[in-house]
């Protein structure tokens, strides 16, 4: 593979004092090619991923493990980051966790993605979503009689126009499913996003209000189980619950300090009272992560790994973070 021979050439971003993010990429890819649907290309999806960290420095900053994971979900569920092609199919934006102190990957899920996923399932004829905005001309109704009528003005259109979304499908046996959100309700869903003034939402304000409603169309759609997590581990940056393998992440090396003394330090002096690992300062976080999916937690004061009761996938080992 062309890109793996760039990653051992040793390309790639470094964080500081710390061996090459590529190398952990590289190292850890037959995992992630293990879950790839047979239709995906292994080599186009590790370019894209290189692509998307060189897309954005500060994915490079992000713990390696979100970025692995929000790879893993890209590949088990057959879908290239968008974030080079601009397809919109899936999203890997850094966030800072101010929490965790930290920067985290999180996989987003794009509105052709969603369509996507419920396709596969082989029995949906057609599903659509649209926009409606003000001047349209726009009619709806529930119960026995279910019907929906639009007929878009041809003026152009912004987002502070929008008024409804809604998402129309048919399914192969000749029934259908209709959902329709208001521009309100739209909004209470971006403002609990992390994204909710960037990324996606910033840029393609419709597209997100589309997949929104898609989403809130799929328990009801018959779609298959992985289409169902993958909705359901949109906007995460935690291993893709029942499929994720455990993550051999070897821990990055710190580089050793300069032999000799400092500059302006007599020779004769001691060194300096060492400072106290962060683990020890008073209020330092203390966290556990799960091995199986790489879910993170926040320990209490006086709590261990072992009495973390948090179910984040089938088959949790939860070990402290050192």
Not at 125 to 147: K, N, T
Not at 186 to 215: H, I, L
Not at 311 to 318: A, T, V
């Amino acid at each position: 593979m062309g890109a793996l021979k760039e990653m051992a050439e040793g390309k790639g971003t470094t964080p500081s004092g710390g061996r090459s993010m590529a190398d952990t990429l590289k190292s850890q890819w037959g995992r992630i090619e293990a879950v790839m649907p047979k239709h995906m290309s292994s080599e186009r999806l590790f370019q894209m991923a290189v692509s998307t960290i060189n897309h954005d420095p500060k994915l490079g900053q992000c713990d390696i493990v979100t970025i692995l994971s929000c790879l893993m979900k890209c590949s088990a569920l057959g879908l290239e980051p968008s974030s080079v092609d601009g397809l919109g199919r899936a999203y890997i934006l850094p966030f800072n966790n101010k929490k965790a102190r930290r920067m985290e990957a999180t996989f987003i899920l794009g509105y052709k993605g969603m369509l996507d996923l419920a396709r596969r399932s082989g029995e949906i004829a057609d599903i659509s979503a649209r926009a409606v905005y003000e001047g349209d001309e726009f009619d709806y109704e529930f119960g026995l009689d279910e019907r929906c009528r639009h007929v878009p003005r041809a003026d152009r259109r912004t987002p502070d126009a929008l008024t409804h979304v809604y998402c129309v499908c048919r399914f192969k046996d000749g029934g259908h499913y209709l959902e329709v959100m208001t521009k309100a309700e739209v909004e209470a869903v971006r403002k609990r996003s992390k994204a909710k003034d960037s990324g996606p939402w910033a840029t393609d304000y419709e597209a997100m209000a589309k997949k929104t409603v898609v989403r809130r169309a799929f328990p009801y759609l018959p779609v298959s189980v992985e289409a169902q997590m993958g909705a359901a581990s949109d906007e995460t940056s935690g291993g893709y619950e029942g499929t994720l393998p455990q993550l051999d992440v070897t821990p990055l090396e710190v580089a050793p300090e300069a032999a000799g003394p400092a500059e302006g330090e007599s020779p004769d002096e001691g060194p300096e009272e060492p400072e106290s690992p962060p683990e020890s300062e008073p209020g330092a976080p203390r966290r556990a992560v799960c091995r199986s999916c790489g879910n993170v937690f926040e320990l209490e004061e006086g709590q261990s790994a072992k009495d973390v009761k948090f179910l984040c996938c089938p088959n949790p080992d939860y070990a402290e973070e050192s």
